[in-house]
Nanobody, 124 residues
């Protein structure tokens, strides 16, 4: 069984930065595709960024490209999301997701394991 725990959310002013962390417990983390999704109030859970397990290749939603950076430390079983130049539109609950196997996956249905989320609120 894989467990994901997010941390690092909070309240930040527009233009500021936050770094989210996701701790992973369970087998074969180093061979898992990982991603961040976010869900704003009343909206669907949307893809934010994904990272492959080995290369590591990354992929971003257009709305965060150039501002957010996803990274991972397989030895520590951690995934990170560095978020810069935040705006009110980035306010959401951010979720970490994991799936066994490689590749860059951007669909919610492709991920088997989810954390409980961490709230990010950007004040304008």
């Amino acid at each position: 069984q894989v467990h994901l725990v997010e941390s690092g959310g909070g309240l930040v002013q527009a233009g500021g930065s936050l770094r989210l962390s996701c701790g992973v417990s369970g087998p074969s983390f180093s061979k898992s595709a990982m991603a961040w999704f976010r869900q704003a109030p009343g909206k669907e859970r949307d893809f934010v960024a994904a990272i492959d397990w080995s290369t590591p290749r990354t992929y971003y939603a257009d709305s965060v490209k150039g501002r957010f950076t996803i990274s991972r430390d397989n030895a520590k079983k951690m995934v990170y999301l560095q978020m810069n130049t935040l705006s009110a539109e980035d306010t959401a609950v951010y979720f970490c997701a994991a799936a066994y196997g490689g590749g860059l996956r951007i669909k919610r249905s492709e991920y088997e394991y989810w954390g409980r989320g961490t709230q990010v609120t950007v004040s304008s």
